[in-house]
Nanobody
Framework: QVQLVESGGGWVQTGGSLRLSCAASGRTLRNYAMGWFRQAPGKEREVVVAISRIGGRTYYADSAKGRFTISRDDAKNTVYLQMNSLKPEDTAVYYC????????????????????WGQGTQVSVSS
């Protein structure tokens, strides 16, 4: 079992930045590919970014390209999401998730393939 806890959410103005953290306990994140997802009110949960277990292969949704950066520090058992140039449409609950991918350099954008989820952290961007 992996327990994931997100932090770092909050309220910012348009153009501001936030850094989300996803701290894991129970097992080492080295064994998992990771993803950040978000869900806005009335909308389905969507992938924001994903990163492979090994090799640092990444996927960024079009909405995140050029503004968001995912990174992982396996020594700290933590994954980060740096979000810059935030827009009101980025307002959502952000979730981190882990999947025990058997392929080291594979990431997945399919939320149904993720085994563990955090409780989410709210990000609110005002115009």
């Amino acid at each position: 079992q992996v327990q994931l806890v997100e932090s770092g959410g909050g309220w910012v103005q348009t153009g501001g930045s936030l850094r989300l953290s996803c701290a894991a306990s129970g097992r080492t994140l080295r064994n998992y590919a990771m993803g950040w997802f978000r869900q806005a009110p009335g909308k389905e949960r969507e992938v924001v970014v994903a990163i492979s277990r090994i090799g640092g292969r990444t996927y960024y949704a079009d909405s995140a390209k050029g503004r968001f950066t995912i990174s992982r520090d396996d020594a700290k058992n933590t994954v980060y999401l740096q979000m810059n140039s935030l827009k009101p449409e980025d307002t959502a609950v952000y979730y981190c998730a882990a999947t025990s991918s058997p392929t080291p350099m594979r990431f997945t954008t399919n939320l149904n393939e993720y085994d563990y989820w955090g409780q989410g952290t709210q990000v609110s961007v005002s115009s």
